[in-house]
């Protein structure tokens, strides 16, 4: 199986790589378009701002092939919020791949919501064998709402989408590759998606 792990200027590549090895799988890290379409599995990680991280998908001409992709797709953290519509991080126009508006957190609570939470979810096969309430490792500023892709939710300063789902595009807000075995249960189980 060829799991390709998307290079895009948007750091923590190489913590997915790792953690997808821990659990028995390599992966490839790769910008290239055409191994990018022949992966089995696609993961499209993400740490950083999203007006940058877009400007260089769109030079190397990502964003013109990710919303036609078929095979299993999981965008983490940053990669979540660009596979929306649009973010107000620099007012930014995203995938739009979830027809979802990506905000910026506001209230009394410390942002970046930075640290563990739990996650609540209904049946779902990205989460077999991970019990309800389990936490998992948060780092962000901005996120997506509760809304009709929605997968599973946290509450930070209200509840908002923990994870997104949408034909064969699953999408974390949580860092999987951080979460302990919790994180790691959740790739295998994208991994054995078929």
């Known amino acids: ?16 790589a ?3 090895e821990r659990i028995g799988y390599s992966s490839v890290i790769s910008s290239d378009l055409e191994e990018i379409k022949s992966a089995d599995k696609i993961i499209f990680p993400g740490v950083g701002e999203a007006s940058s991280a877009m400007k260089f998908i769109g030079e190397i001409g990502l964003d013109k092939i990710i ?22 991080e620099r007012d930014t126009k995203c995938l739009g791949v979830f027809n979802e508006r990506v905000k910026l957190f506001s209230g009394n609570e410390k942002v970046p919501h930075m640290g563990w939470n739990s996650i609540s979810f209904n049946e779902q096969k990205l989460f077999t064998d991970v019990k309800n309430g389990s936490f998992v490792y948060y780092v962000h500023s901005y996120y997506a709402g509760l809304n009709k892709y929605t997968i599973s939710e ?3 300063i209200q509840p908002f989408s923990a994870a997104l789902h949408k034909d064969n595009f699953y999408a974390l807000q949580f860092h999987p590759e951080k979460s302990g075995l919790v994180g790691e249960q959740i790739l295998k189980n994208f991994i054995e998606l078929i």
């Open 67 to 88: 919303s036609k992709l078929k095979q299993p797709f999981l965008g983490v953290c940053l990669g979540l919020q660009l596979l929306c519509d649009y973010s107000e």
């Open 18 to 20: 790792a953690a997808l």
């Open 154 to 156: 946290t509450n930070y």
């Open 1 to 16: 199986m060829k799991i390709v792990i998307i290079k895009y200027n948007a750091g923590n590549v190489y913590s997915v």
